[in-house]
């Protein structure tokens, strides 16, 4: 289904146009439409999926149709857990507002609260916050929330997982009693669940397909090696594929300052919890220009981070959650381009491989290579297979893994 079949406003359409895009993905042909309508939703999508312009644009299209008389205060909120989420969501969905009259702002925490006290007081459309800096500026009585018509709570999921939810509460409670609500999440959860039969009115259940989980057109392989020889791995197939812009992951900020530390004669940077608001923008924005070769991020800094053209995503190290897996791939093969995601695998992370290979539905392509062989896998693999059999708790991984199966 192609956009301009929706009718939409001309300006609307003209920045959609500008981005490029005229098949809408998945996501889009099912949640557009009802939301438009103005009906409640519950999508189940991953970052990569084209998510973010299927909730923003039915939200534009239905603030052109109705327009308000007043001028006062934001008719559209999103919610987002991180600060590079926010601010991110504020250039696209700024991007395809650049022609309406609406105005768009990001809050976040991180940085200080004045300037972005300025841009709320001089008044707001559409509204990107992440749920604790906007309730700093509530209580400082910077911006009210009595105007709010549509509401977003993007990734709830890790909203739920980073304990936030009980603010999203909070700050639902001060919007419009008559308010759509779209819950955007890339994964079901009974939690989940829960909080959209709490918080959704008449719902319609949106997701894509199962193979959609991770995009299809990402091709997974893992290196077997040693822990300790990582680096030197990583080394090696830089230099032989040439790689010219790699994300890579690491699970610990002291893991992603090491790896630099040993790379530092390339252009290299890290994105972590631990570095200012202000250097983490600059290392995105220096990869994003190409400035930099490689990027080396942990799971809470990458959450969600719109990357594109990115052909590798190496795991470093695997993550701990198989859920995570699918979130740190979503930055390669992105909207129909192809992407490669490279995991290396140390002897203690096999238990991990087994849970991710299992959420992703497939086997992972395996790639001995030459002069890394590992000792005695095989019978680890066949021990943690039979041990993660269907029915069979295990303690290390099931339980934190959502194990019910998936509708078509
Ligand atoms: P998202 O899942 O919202 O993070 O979007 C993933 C990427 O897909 C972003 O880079 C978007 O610009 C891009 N994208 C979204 N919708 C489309 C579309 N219909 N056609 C092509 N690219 C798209």
Sequence with gaps: MIFSSLDLAPDLQKA????????????????????????????????????????????????????????????????TPTRELAEQLGEIIGGYAKHLPFSVTAVYGGVKLGGQEKKLRAGTDVLIATPGRLLEHIEQCNISLSSVEFVVLDESDRMLDMGFIADVQALLELTAKKRQTLLFSATLSPAVNELAHKLLHKHQEIRTSKQNITADTVEHVLYPVEEERKIELFMELLEEYNWFQ???????????????????????ATCHGDMSQGARRRA????????????????????????????????????????????????????????????????????????????????????NRPGFEVNHREELIKKVAKQNRPGRKNKTTQTKIDKRPRKK
């Design 246 to 268: 790699v994300l890579v992951f690491t699970s610990t900020k002291e893991q992603a300052d090491k790896l630099k530390e040993k790379l530092k004669k390339l252009p290299v």
């Design 284 to 367: 995105l924005a220096d990869f994003k220009s190409a400035k930099l070769q490689i990027l080396i991020a942990t799971e809470v800094a990458a959450r969600g981070l719109d990357i594109q053209g990115l052909d590798y995503v190496i795991n470093f190290n695997l993550p701990y959650l198989a859920e995570d897996y699918v979130h740190r791939i979503g930055r390669t093969g992105r909207a129909g381009s192809k992407g490669n995601a490279i995991s290396f695998v140390s002897r203690e992370e096999e238990r991990s491989l087994d849970s991710i290979q299992r959420l992703i539905g497939q086997k992972i392509k395996r790639i």
């Design 16 to 79: 959609i146009n500008s981005c490029g895009y005229e098949q809408m993905t998945p996501i889009q042909e099912q949640a557009i439409i009802p939301a438009r309508r103005g009906k409640d939703i519950l999508a189940i999508a991953q970052t990569g999926t084209g998510k973010t312009a299927a909730f923003s644009i039915p939200i534009l299209q239905q603030m052109v149709d109705k327009p308000r008389e007043d001028n006062k205060g934001p008719r559209a909120l999103i919610l």
